[in-house]
C-alpha cells in the first residue's frame, strides 16, 4: 500500500511539471514587440505537526531478472530490487530506547498465468547491500546475510537491513538497501513468463 502512495505521488509531480514546461514555451514563442509583465508566486507552507514517524519507500513497484551464467544442467537469472529507503521523521524523544527497526523479505512463488506453470519461491535467492552514502559505512547500521537460492530461498522473512533507532535518528534517518537477486532453476523448466511478489516489511 505505500509503494503504490509513492508511485501516484510521483506521476502526479511528473505531471505538474509538463505542464509547466509547457506553458513556458507557448510563452516564450509568443514573445513579440509588445508588452510583458511578471506574476510573482508566493506559498507559506507551515511547520510539520505531530511526532513524525518511521516509514519505508521502494524505488519502483517492478524489477525483471535476465538470464545470466546459466549452465547445461541449471538456468540462472539475476537482477536487483529496487532500492528500499527508510525515513525516521521522529523526535528524538520519540525514539524508544535500545529500539531497533529492521526490514525484511519474502517471495511469493513465481507463475506463468498463460501457461499454468510454477516456480517454487525457494529457487530464488538475494545478497543485500546498503546504498552508498546512506548507511554504507556506518556502524548502527548493519544487512542480512546472503540467501542462497534453495538453501532455503526467499521463503521466509529474510533480513535485508536493521539499525539501532536512536543512532539511525540521530544519523540524518535516511537509510537505503537493495539486493543483487537470482533465480536458479533447472535447465528442464518450461518456457514462459513467470511473476512473483517481494513483500517487504518494516518492523520495530
Known amino acids: 500500500m505505500k509503494k503504490s502512495v509513492v508511485l501516484r505521488g510521483s506521476a502526479i509531480a511528473f505531471g505538474a511539471a509538463l505542464l509547466v514546461s509547457a506553458g513556458s514555451a507557448a510563452l516564450a514563442e509568443g514573445t513579440g514587440a509588445g508588452d510583458s509583465q511578471g506574476v510573482d508566486v508566493s506559498v507559506e507552507i507551515a511547520p510539520v505537526e505531530g511526532p513524525g514517524a518511521l516509514a519505508m ?3 519502483a513497484a517492478s524489477t525483471s ?6 549452465t547445461e544442467l541449471e538456468r540462472v537469472f539475476t537482477g536487483s530490487l529496487p532500492t528500499v529507503t527508510v525515513t525516521d521523521t521522529r523526535a528524538p524523544e520519540d525514539v ?9 523479505g519474502t ?5 506463468d498465468s498463460v501457461g499454468g506453470e510454477t516456480i517454487s519461491a525457494n529457487h530464488l535467492g538475494w545478497s543485500p547491500k546498503l ?9 548502527f547500521v548493519e544487512v542480512g546475510g546472503d540467501v ?6 526467499l521463503v521466509d522473512q529474510e533480513l535485508l537491513y536493521l539499525a539501532e533507532s ?10 537505503s ?28
Open 131 to 139: 546504498v552508498a552514502g546512506e548507511g554504507e559505512g556506518e556502524p
Open 96 to 104: 524508544p530506547v535500545d529500539s531497533f527497526w529492521y526490514v525484511v
Open 65 to 70: 531478472l535476465e538470464e545470466n551464467g546459466s
Open 166 to 175: 536512536g543512532e539511525a535518528n540521530a544519523g540524518g534517518g535516511v537509510f
Open 107 to 111: 517471495a511469493s512463488d513465481f507463475h
Open 177 to 204: 538497501a537493495t539486493a543483487d537477486l537470482d533465480l536458479v532453476v533447472p535447465a528442464d523448466v518450461p518456457a514462459g513468463t513467470y511473476t512473483s511478489t517481494i513483500t517487504l516489511s518494516l518492523f520495530e
Open 57 to 59: 519507500t521502494v524505488a
Open 148 to 153: 542462497a537460492p534453495s538453501d532455503p530461498g
